[in-house]
């Protein structure tokens, strides 16, 4: 608050215990485990390097690191659903491991794309035990993580703090491979967003936009 050019102190307005224990609880996900990111219908794959539309790049049945098809999926984490929507995805680049985020516009549900399930569900449930956060998991270990305990989207530690963890765990996320040309979190957020053409990942399944319909 500014009077008269003169920067002046003011109390923080009370907050409701209830409000803050519900801001900070927001993650109602049974434990995962690599057979919840198991399909055995195929699947697509996207290809989003370097944009965040994408384009149908034909179907696929298996993960294939060498030909970088990567597993990704879309874990409902608000009402404990167990609704899991299972695609690949191509573009992406990584290596090992996996990389999940509970930044996922705009439901932000736990979006996760891995080099096996067992990453996969690994990489999750550390979100979950976060309440929240940016993930990247890698021989058996979380090896970067950037917290969001508040609603699984913000943080309450300091700008600074955030962003060292944040470009830490790009760095990290680039080593295991991810492709230098995209932000390895940015992407993943916006390939939940069924309203970019022209394929998406949902907690249902993968939704063509162009067509309104699931493939």
Same mark, same amino acid.
């Given at each position: 608050? #500014?009077?008269?050019?003169? =920067?002046?102190?003011?109390? &923080? ?9 519900r &801001?900070? +609880?927001?993650f ?6 690599a057979?919840?990111f198991?399909?055995a219908?195929?699947?697509?794959? *996207?290809?989003?390097? *370097? @944009? ?9 049945? *298996?993960i ?5 098809v990567? $597993?990704?999926?879309?874990? @409902? *984490? ?16 990584? $290596?090992?491991?996996?990389? &999940?985020? !509970?930044? +996922? ?8 794309? %891995? ?5 996969? &569900? /690994? ?9 929240? %956060? ?8 979380? =090896?970067?993580? #950037? ?9 309450? @530690? ?8 944040? @470009?830490? /765990?790009? /760095? ?5 491979? =991810? ?18 053409? !022209? ?5 249902r %399944?993968?939704?063509d936009?162009?067509t309104? +319909?699931?493939?």
């Amino acid at each position: 608050m #500014v009077d008269h050019g003169v =920067v002046k102190d003011f109390p &923080a307005p009370a907050i409701d215990p209830y409000l803050t224990e519900r &801001a900070h +609880s927001t993650f109602h996900v049974e434990h995962l485990t690599a057979e919840d990111f198991t399909d055995a219908r195929p699947g697509h794959h *996207r290809h989003g390097e *370097r @944009e965040i539309t994408t384009v149908d790049a034909g179907y696929s049945d *298996r993960i294939d690191v060498e030909y970088d098809v990567l $597993k990704i999926a879309v874990v @409902e *984490r608000h009402k404990n659903t167990h609704h899991i929507g299972i695609g690949f995805l191509q573009g992406y680049g990584l $290596k090992s491991g996996a990389v &999940a985020t !509970s930044v +996922s516009h705009d439901s932000h549900n736990i979006i996760v794309v %891995g080099t096996s399930e067992d990453d996969c &569900a /690994a990489a999750a449930n550390r979100v979950v035990e976060l309440n929240g %956060g940016i993930v990247v998991w890698d021989q058996g270990k979380p =090896v970067a993580e #950037v917290p969001l305990a508040i609603a699984g989207i913000m943080s309450d @530690e300091s700008l600074t703090s955030v962003n060292e963890k944040l @470009e830490f /765990a790009k /760095a990290k996320a680039h080593e295991l491979g =991810v492709n230098p040309g995209i932000d390895p979190f940015m992407t993943l957020s916006f390939m939940a967003l069924p309203v970019i053409p !022209s394929l998406r990942i949902t907690t249902r %399944g993968v939704f063509d936009v162009t067509t309104q +319909s699931y493939v």
